[in-house]
């Protein structure tokens, strides 16, 4: 089993930054990919950005492209996500996720990921 608990979330001005944090515990993440989702009211859970296991690889939506960055830290069993010039678009409710298989290859679609942390409220005023 495998645990994930995000951490960071909070109210920002447009223009800020937060940094939003993913620990595991039980079964780690090593070998798989991650990655991170949002949801905001009335929308569906959308891709925001993956990481594989090798941390060489990532991939991110055109909406956060040039403005989020995705990391991890294998000896923390911690994934992360710098989010710089924040828009009131970007409020949702931002969860991580691990892939289903283990693999080094980046996947977009939430169906691919078995373990989702609770989420963590970002929320960006204007």
């Known amino acids: 089993q495998v645990q994930l608990v995000e951490s960071g979330g909070g109210l920002v001005q447009a223009g800020g930054s937060l940094r939003l944090s993913c620990a595991a515990s039980?079964?780690?993440?090593?070998?798989?990919?991650m990655a991170w989702f949002r949801q905001a009211p009335g929308k569906e859970r959308e891709f925001v950005a993956t990481i594989g296991w090798s941390n060489s690889r990532t991939s991110y939506a055109d909406s956060v492209k040039g403005r989020f960055t995705i990391s991890r830290d294998s000896a923390r069993n911690t994934v992360y996500l710098q989010m710089n010039n924040l828009k009131p678009e970007d409020t949702a409710v931002y969860y991580c996720?691990?892939?289903?298989?283990?693999?080094?290859?980046?996947?977009?679609?939430?169906?691919?990921?078995?373990?989702w942390g609770q989420g963590t409220q970002v929320t960006v005023s204007s």
């Open positions: 039980g079964r780690t993440f090593s070998g798989y990919s």
């Open positions: 996720a691990r892939a289903r298989d283990r693999s080094d290859e980046l996947r977009l679609g939430g169906h691919e990921y078995d373990y």
